[in-house]
């Protein structure tokens, strides 16, 4: 089975011009740099997104030693959970989360 398809996954693939193009998150080629440029939102959304994901990040071992943190744990755990929704609720009331 594993030589079926290490046969089927390693055929010969056409080397065309088409094919050699770079193609990245549905943008096509276009004009310089300097002209396509983005908006405000999309760096901002970029931020909020990578900061809130790291917030999460940090939730996760908290989360699994929970039983053994005890009474402090579940208090710091909470603590930081109101932190992150102040902050989000706060992000929310800016109007930063509307897309422009």
């Known amino acids: 089975m594993i030589m079926g398809s290490f046969l089927f996954a390693t055929r010969p ?3 065309t011009k088409q094919r050699m193009i770079p ?3 549905g943008v096509s080629d276009g004009p310089p740099a ?3 440029r983005f908006t405000v939102s999309f760096y901002l959304t970029a931020m909020l997104f990578i900061l809130f994901d790291i917030e999460i990040v940090f939730l996760y071992p908290l989360a699994i ?4 943190l005890g ?3 579940l208090i710091e755990f909470l ?3 109101a932190i ?3 902050a989000y609720v706060y992000v929310w009331k800016k109007g930063a989360l ?3």
Do not use: K, N, P
């Open 34 to 36: 300097q002209d396509r």
């Open 23 to 25: 193609f990245e998150s």
């Open 79 to 81: 603590t930081f959970i």
């Open 71 to 73: 009474w402090f744990g």
């Open 84 to 86: 992150l929704l102040v």
């Open 13 to 15: 693939t056409s080397r």
């Open 65 to 68: 030693q929970l039983d053994a």
């Open 98 to 100: 509307e897309w422009h």
